[in-house]
T-cell receptor
């Protein structure tokens, strides 16, 4: 298996622009997670899905953030409009058992 | 609210110098405690899951232990390739994972 796949790996955008991050989980995994990692706040859980249904989005910082999982093999995290404080590394992870498998992350820079 | 702290923040060891990393947690009903390793520019990589006090897991030079309030990651005779950030996480109800800030380990040759 190729593991969790994320795209793009790097994204540089200007304040106010829409940003869409993409994730393909490991086949057969029924949970998908979106995390954000910064030096100041560490690794924070934003939202997670079970069988494509959002279960807990209490970590989503603002209404500017939204996530979808239209099918078992694809999820998106959208930020609209983006702000400089959204700059971070965003990770997608999936699991079937308690152990999570992380993707390589998307490094987002908002200028 | 579930909380996880880790100490030290950073640790520098000479190759072969054994030590331990600490993870202290406060959680309402521990469902599992997890250790991950993260290399620069990469996602966290799973190492261990511990479920109950007294449990121990080993993998090569690493051994993880668990008590009711904390977990230790013991590193025996480390090598430079063990240099990484080690993250601890807890899960209580559901799939809400709370991660600690990590310990940045450097092993010098």
């Amino acid at each position: 298996d190729a593991g969790v796949i994320q795209s793009p790996r790097h994204e540089v955008t200007e304040m106010g622009q829409e940003v869409t991050l993409r994730c393909k989980p490991i086949s057969g995994h029924d949970y998908l997670f979106w995390y954000r990692q910064t030096m100041m706040r560490g690794l924070e859980l934003l939202i997670y899905f079970n069988n494509n249904v959002p279960i807990d989005d209490s970590g989503m910082p603002e209404d500017r953030f939204s996530a979808k999982m239209p099918n078992a093999s694809f999820s998106t995290l959208k930020i609209q409009p983006s702000e400089p404080r959204d700059s971070a590394v965003y990770f997608c992870a999936s699991n079937k058992t308690p152990e999570q498998f992380f993707g390589p992350g998307t490094r987002l820079t908002v200028l | 609210e579930d909380q996880v702290t880790q100490s030290p923040e950073a640790l520098r060891l000479q190759e072969g110098e054994s030590s331990s990393l600490n993870c202290s947690y406060t959680v309402s009903g521990l469902r599992g405690l997890f250790w991950y390793r993260q290399d620069p520019g990469k996602g966290p990589e799973f190492l261990f899951t511990l479920y109950s006090a007294g449990e121990e897991k080993e993998k090569e030079r690493l051994k993880a232990t668990l008590t009711k309030k904390e977990s230790f990651l013991h590193i025996t005779a480390p090598k430079p390739e063990d240099s990484a950030t080690y993250l601890c996480a807890v899960a209580s109800g559901g799939q809400n994972f709370v991660f600690g800030p990590g310990t940045r380990l450097s092993v010098l040759p």
